[in-house]
């Protein structure tokens, strides 16, 4: 707080003093006292007020100097008022005590909030684990029972795990970290594992698809790549021209990252569109055209790649084709001794 | 023929597992009464276990760490809790491998197989012979007749899964989900083009009339 500011919040204190030396100069005028022991008088007044003032303002500045070092320094704003000391004057104790009720009144909401939040999240998690069971049961009926029927209930089965999982990995991303794992796979595997899950989707959409440039391996969580591979096939499959769809998956070391590029020759993405279809929500020009999209799978990749640093691209030509690529920091961002190497295929290759 | 103990409390997935089991080749048990899993364990003395973690009674971590006292059969965990957390406490607790529900039945069956294969001790014929032709899978080769033609990977699969299956039509979409399993992605016109390459290669050698088309059903040797 400035002095200017100070000055101004006391002027109507100071008008009064004016006032009231100005009334008394004229009444001791009056009494016949003379011009020079008036003057001293005033200046006996005026000395009084200005150290009150110069005090008071000094007492102003410790304190809001000290309220402020204690905000800069809370990583929660609104404990402030649990960690202050107590002020000194009656005026600002009364302001602090509501000040006090108000963020007390506000941290147990949020603590309530945060609560049901995590109960929500628990709960849905919970669900989805129930949810696993029939869809366990269901898949191993059809595979005992094949026939083209099995298969058509086993693609539809294909569709609810993976509604399934995206909610599954829409509640995790909150806490992001408590699930992450990185391990060093092979993209190879990871690939093809994402291309099994989607078996029968895939064979009825009479999809090629092309995974002999696929040699390198990554730091990465593996379960979360192959949600993400999912993701992007999903997309392949839903937004495909009338061509027979041709999937290519290939890989590229650059050195200090690698790169997974995703490649099917679909209908692609309008240039104008590109920047936006990792927003939530978005839909484009592509997803009003009759496809049930959500405008939430790209989005969840991109919020699953940024907390490991992983790059996600996207390049497309309208017509033509559509290329998704992922980039992997390599061992230079993940130093090699703090791997933890327990991937099946690391456990596997370890016996 | 192996014998494969399944643990696990959902009635269905049980018996469903048990037929799938079954019909892949293995002689399957499983315990349905659950306080005295152990002992059932023990007097089991299987060649594989699929262990469930969520279970009445003592859940599949402890299970797992009881029956790793008093052998060391493979130890497949197959669960619907699928965190990090689980997977790590589930192997270092001594399960061999780790599949979270729902599982691929293909790459369930292929994680059994090579549990398995440690102890196996009966291998696969090298060759399979129809008609005096035979197919050497190892080689990726097809005798017929003193002559001999090579086969791609794709070819070789292909008549793998004929050869296996003499005498039978084999639907199309059959195969190309066989194809698929074995990490081989091609769509149905890629199959016709392979199996036209096959009956050229077989022409070569003067068996061209092999491989049947039956047509709307599939193919037959």
């Known amino acids: 707080m400035s002095f200017a500011d100070f000055f101004r919040d006391h002027h109507y204190c100071l008008l009064t003093c004016l006032f009231g030396a100005l009334l008394f100069s004229v009444l001791l005028k009056l009494f016949g006292i003379q011009n020079g022991e008036l003057f001293l008088l005033w200046v006996c007044f005026v000395c009084i007020v200005s150290i009150y003032l110069l005090l008071s303002y000094m007492r102003l500045r410790k304190r809001t100097a000290y309220l402020r070092s204690v905000m800069d320094s809370l990583d929660r704003k609104y404990l402030l008022a649990e960690l202050a000391h107590r002020p000194g004057s009656r005026l600002e104790q009364f302001y602090f005590h509501l000040m006090k009720s108000a963020l007390k009144d506000m941290i147990d909401e949020v603590a309530e909030a945060r609560r049901q939040n995590g109960e929500y999240r628990d709960f849905v998690e919970q669900w989805i684990h129930e949810m696993k069971i029939p869809v366990t049961g269901i898949r191993l009926l059809c595979e005992n029972n094949r026939s083209d029927v099995t298969r058509r209930i086993l693609t539809q089965t294909e569709l609810i795990s993976r509604s399934v999982e995206r909610v599954l990995y829409y509640a995790r991303l909150g806490n992001v970290e408590k699930d992450y794992f990185i391990t060093e796979f092979s993209l190879k595997e990871c690939v093809l594992k994402a291309l099994a899950e989607n078996k029968q989707l895939l064979i009825q959409n009479r999809v090629c698809v092309c995974t002999e440039n696929l040699s390198d391996t990554v730091y990465c969580d593996e379960k979360w790549l192959q949600f993400i591979l999912n993701q992007i096939l999903i997309n392949s499959v839903k937004y495909q021209s009338g061509r027979p769809l041709r999937i290519e998956a290939a890989s590229e070391n650059f050195g200090n990252y690698v790169t997974l590029s995703v490649t099917d020759n679909g209908i692609g993405i309008r240039e104008s569109e590109l920047g936006r279809v990792f927003d939530k929500g978005f839909v484009g020009t592509n997803g009003r055209g009759g496809q049930n999209a959500t405008g939430i799978g790209l989005y969840l990749c991109r919020q699953l790649c940024e907390k490991p640093g992983i790059g996600l691209e996207i390049k497309s030509q309208a017509g033509e084709y559509t290329t998704v690529l992922l980039h992997f920091p390599t061992e230079n961002v993940f130093p090699k001794e703090n791997v933890v190497p327990l991937s099946y295929d690391s456990v596997r290759l370890n016996q | ?221």
Request: overall charge negative.
């Open chain 2, 1 to 221: 023929m192996e014998r494969i103990l399944i643990i696990e409390d959902e009635e269905l997935i049980r018996t469903e597992l048990e037929t799938l089991l079954k019909n892949a080749g293995f002689s399957v048990s499983s315990i349905t009464d659950f306080d005295n899993t152990l002992a059932l364990t023990r007097a089991e003395s299987p060649d594989l276990i699929l262990l469930d973690i969520n279970l009445p009674g003592q859940d599949g971590y402890s299970l797992c760490s009881s029956i790793r006292r008093f052998c060391d059969v493979p130890i497949l965990f197959l669960t619907g809790r699928n965190t990090a957390m689980d997977e790590l406490q589930a192997l270092t607790l001594g399960g061999d491998d780790f599949i979270a529900k729902p599982c691929n039945i293909p790459i369930l069956l292929a994680r059994i197989d090579r549990l398995l294969k440690r102890s196996r001790k009966a291998a696969k014929p090298d060759c399979l012979e129809y008609r005096g032709i035979t197919l050497h899978p190892v080689s990726g080769t097809l005798r017929a007749g003193g002559r001999e033609i090579e086969l791609t990977r794709t070819e070789l699969k292909i008549m793998y899964y004929l050869f296996e299956r003499p005498g039978q039509i084999v639907s199309r979409l059959d195969l190309v989900e066989y194809l698929w399993d074995n990490e081989i992605h091609i769509d149905d016109n890629t199959l016709s083009v392979n199996v036209m390459r096959i009956r050229d290669k077989l022409r070569g050698i003067g068996v061209g009339e092999l491989i049947h088309t039956r047509r709307g059903m599939g193919y037959k040797i």
